[in-house]
T-cell receptor
């Protein structure tokens, strides 16, 4: 099945800093999603972005499907941005979402 | 819309007990799934359903049963709980297109 690699695994930043998280995929990208798992364990949908660029407030994401990667940008970080960020891809002909191992983001006040 | 809801939020079982984790969605999604999340293992698909009356196995189906009698509900049954089933369980739903999955808040299950 499809392999999903995320980098960096951990990121510690001061409040107000910007960050870029990356996902690489071993196969074609068709149904890419970004999630934020907050410290209470909830999985929150950030973006459904099989291609192109989307923005939502301080967050934006870009997927380059032909090169099999996606980037998540977080600007002006706040402590509420802390948690684990996952990207996930379905893979062709597969019902399950395959998740990356996540990037743990810690924002220090 | 409440989205995807799950009950209970927390549960402790003894080995051998049975229970049902409830999942419901009010978005009229055809597809529903159950995942478990374990440290170091990520999220793994247990069972899924492509519509009322239709279910299929995922990666880790052993020890779990599902049924889908309505579009809205997709309960997960543990017939005889084992400590290896200690995990956080997430229910998810989506339409056929776009394939964007929405997750419930999770059920944290401990089997002693």
């Amino acid at each position: 099945g499809i392999q999903v690699e995320q980098s960096p695994p951990d990121l510690i930043l001061q409040e107000g800093a910007n960050s870029t998280l990356r996902c690489n995929f071993s196969d074609s990208v068709n149904n890419l999603q970004w999630f934020h798992q907050n410290p209470w364990g909830q999985l929150i949908n950030l973006f459904y972005i099989p291609s192109g660029t989307k923005q939502n407030g301080r967050l934006s994401a870009t997927t380059v499907a032909t090169e099999r990667y996606s980037l998540l940008y977080i600007s002006s970080s706040q402590t509420t941005d802390s948690g684990v960020y996952f990207c996930a891809e379905r893979g062709f002909g597969n019902e399950k979402l395959t998740f990356g191992t996540g990037t743990r983001l810690t924002i220090i006040p | 819309n409440a989205g995807v809801t799950q009950t209970p939020k927390f549960q402790v079982l003894k080995t051998g007990q049975s229970m049902t984790l409830q999942c419901a969605q009010d978005m009229n999604h055809e597809y529903m799934s159950w995942y478990r999340q374990d440290p170091g293992m990520g999220l793994r698909l247990i069972h899924y359903s492509v519509g009322a009356g239709i279910t299929d196995q995922g990666e880790v189906p052993n020890g779990y049963n599902v049924s889908r009698s309505t579009t809205e509900d997709f309960p997960l049954r543990l017939l005889s709980a084992a400590p290896s089933q200690t995990s956080v369980y997430f229910c998810a739903s989506h339409r056929d297109q776009p394939y964007e999955q929405y997750f419930g808040p999770g059920t944290r299950l401990t089997v002693t």
